[in-house]
């Protein structure tokens, strides 16, 4: 049986458990490319952080490891952030 439960963005790849999310966290969905699927831990985030969304480091971006991957909130569902493209 496979597990199902989403990955938690920026754990490392040794992490004996990488999707467990940590009591009292707040995390919301990255949703498309190349991240899509993953939990991104925003417990520290500022309400304006939330609301400007993040450049995530990605190897798997359209750049490679030096990239950065635009997330943003979703209109409405601001648990879940979009997908807005990659930057070098």
Do not use: C, F, K, N
């Not at 707040?26 to 309400?47: C, E, H, R």
Request: aromatic share 8%.
């Amino acid at each position: 049986m496979s597990d199902t439960r989403p990955w938690i963005y920026g754990t490392d790849h040794d992490d004996p458990d990488p999707r467990t999310p940590e009591p009292g966290h707040v995390y919301v969905q990255l949703v498309g490319d190349p991240l899509d699927g993953q939990l991104l831990d925003v417990t520290g985030y500022t309400t304006e952080e939330r609301a400007d969304g993040a450049l995530l480091m990605s190897s798997h971006g359209l750049h490679g490891p030096s990239g950065r991957s635009d997330y943003e909130p979703r209109p409405g569902a601001p648990d879940r952030w979009d997908w807005q493209g990659d930057t070098p």
